[in-house]
């Protein structure tokens, strides 16, 4: 029990500076690493998944002129049967549009943004 306290600690302190940046990404990847933790190792589990899940989503969240400039932009939506989550790869039928001096790319599904990665990945849904 007490090493799993220190462990807690020592991810606590590790991802501080990073949650001080975090953004959408983190929300997301905080609530996934935390209901995973508890899964596999009930309350400790779930403090640590969730510092964990916390750090891989803000490693993973597209920058904000990325989101703003998705916004901005306007291409046509996109009829297609299949939901759409985050996390998702979308297949190749679906056409993804470059956001300049980015990785970034994103389509208009269904009239929902989505930001893609550049494996076609989903990483974020833009409202």
């Known amino acids: ?3 799993s306290a220190i462990a ?8 501080a500076p990073i949650a001080a940046v975090a953004q959408e990404g983190t929300v997301t990847g905080a609530a996934g690493g935390a ?9 400790i589990g779930a403090a640590v998944g969730g510092v964990a899940g916390a750090v891989i989503g803000t490693a993973v969240a597209p920058p904000k002129e990325v989101r703003e400039y ?8 996109i009829r297609y049967e299949r939901e759409i989550e985050v996390g998702s790869t979308l297949p190749e039928d679906v056409t993804v549009y470059r956001v300049p ?6 389509t208009v599904v269904n009239d929902k943004r989505y930001i893609v990665s550049p494996k076609r990945k989903v990483v974020e849904v833009v409202d």
């Not at 209901?35 to 309350?43: Q, Y």
């Open 1 to 3: 029990m007490r090493s």
């Open 8 to 15: 807690l600690a020592f991810a606590l302190a590790a991802a």
């Open 35 to 43: 209901v995973t933790g508890a899964v596999v190792g009930g309350p």
């Open 70 to 77: 998705v916004v901005r932009e306007r291409q046509p939506s």
């Open 101 to 106: 001096d980015s990785d970034y790319s994103y």
